[in-house]
């Protein structure tokens, strides 16, 4: 039996996670947390198989959560589930330890699928992604200038490409206005930009926008 816990700050997310999951006479769900902190303290008391992790959670944000873990039990498969399309997050988590990405927009067995590969050891990516990463491997592409920016950084650049204000942020963070606003500044400086226009004709180009 595969023991699973399930990270997202949304109950009915993790209903329906659940549901979905019951229908898998080899999976069973032991637990179920609402922030990194809580799924944190979760893993250390129970035994274990597969965390499923969304990445957008307040407090300790699920890629501080995912690192935490990754180094805690590195062995311990982590499956992201999360609302952002591949081109956002999913090399940016699997470079933190994750053992694989899928969006939430994907099929029940295609989840499902993924918990049992991760489980046997392997790695989840979608067709679509490995051939993006096999590509950059054999081009030996450099980085761009958002793969320079901190984790924290990194999710208030796709946010206000996504056009959202600095108050929607800091609320959707659990961060004060202040603090989104030196992130902001922080970004602006590394990538070498000037207005939020810049940064959003960039998240666009780049696929960075919900």
Do not use: F, W
């Not at 899928?102 to 049992?116: C, F, S």
């Not at 450099?142 to 650049?157: A, C, I, K």
């Not at 500044?185 to 207005?195: A, P, Y």
């Amino acid at each position: 039996m595969i023991k699973i816990v399930i990270a997202d700050d949304h109950p009915i997310v993790r209903a329906g996670l659940k549901q979905i999951l019951a229908d898998a006479s080899d999976i069973e769900v032991v637990g179920e947390a609402g922030d990194g902190h809580e799924i944190l303290k979760l893993i250390r008391k129970r035994g274990v198989d597969v965390v499923l992790l969304d990445i957008t959670m307040p407090g300790l944000m699920g890629l501080d959560a995912l690192k935490q873990m990754s180094v805690e039990n590195p062995k311990l498969p982590i499956l992201v589930l999360s609302m952002h399309p591949e081109e956002q997050y999913a090399i940016r988590v699997l470079k933190a330890g994750a053992s694989g990405y899928l969006t939430k927009a994907a099929a029940p067995e295609q989840l499902i699928g993924a918990i049992r590969k991760v489980y046997r050891g392997g790695r989840y990516v979608s067709p679509a992604l490995a051939e993006k990463l096999a590509l950059g491997l054999q081009s030996g592409a450099t980085g761009l200038p958002h793969e320079t920016l901190s984790d924290r950084e990194y999710q208030v650049l796709c946010s206000i490409s996504s056009g959202k204000t600095v108050k929607e942020i800091a609320a959707e963070l659990s961060l004060s206005e202040k603090t989104i606003s030196t992130y902001r500044t922080r970004i602006l400086e590394k990538m070498n930009m000037k207005s939020n226009a810049e940064l959003t004709h960039y998240g666009i180009k780049h696929d960075l926008v919900d």
